[in-house]
């Protein structure tokens, strides 16, 4: 299974600021999604990280508000940007198992718990 | 589009009795279902999955699932409950003859097991 850590796993920021996360996998994978989790909700994705390419962001998201990064196959970062309240959820990062678009199961870094004030 | 159902927002057993928490899904093709588990302040972990095959599908910890497809339901199950157990449960499904491996959760269904 593949290792993910997320950093920061928690922080709480001011109203109007950004925050970046950091998703670092120990392996090369192909495709690398973010998602977020409202307090007491579902996961919604935001947006599919290529490596070499644009982000593919989700029917209501977009990039001014949540730009990605993906430098390199194990490597990949999401912004939250100009922070407000609503924002604050739980971020997570995920690989599928194996690579390309196999029907596999996703493995999940353990989340950023994210609160604005 | 695909999306997944999940009835209960909590489950309650008791340790030691069968437990049951429902999925049903829509997709517009063949369905490939997995069930989640979250525990606090964890990430999610992977505990089955149904591509082919068998409708019984057996994963970690000791649960399984039935996949019904005349009720596109997944139900997962467990015949002894664990207080351990308690966490919160998210099914999920993928669309076979998507494009990418985008996953559909569905709200998710705490169950607490008490002793």
């Known amino acids: 299974s593949a290792v993910i850590s997320q950093k920061p796993s928690r922080d709480i920021c001011q109203r109007g600021t950004s925050l970046t996360i950091q998703c670092q996998v120990d392996s090369q994978v192909t495709m690398m999604f973010w998602y977020r989790q409202q307090p007491g909700q579902s996961l919604t994705l935001i947006a599919t990280a290529n490596q070499g390419s644009e982000a593919t962001y989700e029917s209501g998201f977009v990039i001014d508000k949540f730009p990605i990064s993906r430098p390199n196959l194990t490597f990949s970062t999401l912004t939250v940007s100009n922070m407000s309240p609503e924002d604050s959820s739980i971020y997570l990062c995920s690989v599928p198992k194996g690579l390309g678009i196999t029907p596999t199961e996703a493995f999940f870094g353990q989340g950023t718990r994210l609160t604005v004030v | 589009a695909q999306s997944v159902a999940q009835p209960e927002d909590q489950v309650n057993v008791a340790e030691g009795n069968p437990l049951t928490v429902k999925c049903t899904y829509s997709?517009?093709?063949?369905?490939?279902l997995f069930w989640y588990v979250q525990y606090p302040n964890r990430g999610l972990q992977f505990l089955l999955k149904?591509?082919?095959?068998?409708?019984l599908v057996k994963g970690s910890y000791g649960f399984e699932a039935e996949f019904n497809k005349s009720q596109t339901s997944f139900h997962l199950k467990k015949p002894s409950a664990l207080v351990s157990d308690s966490a919160l449960y998210f099914c999920?499904?993928?669309?076979?003859?998507?494009?990418?491996?985008?996953?559909?959760f569905g709200t998710g269904t705490r169950l607490q097991v008490t002793l």
């Open positions: 149904y591509i082919t095959g068998d409708n």
């Open positions: 997709v517009s093709g063949n369905p490939y």
């Open positions: 999920a499904v993928r669309d076979a003859t998507g494009t990418a491996s985008k996953l559909t």
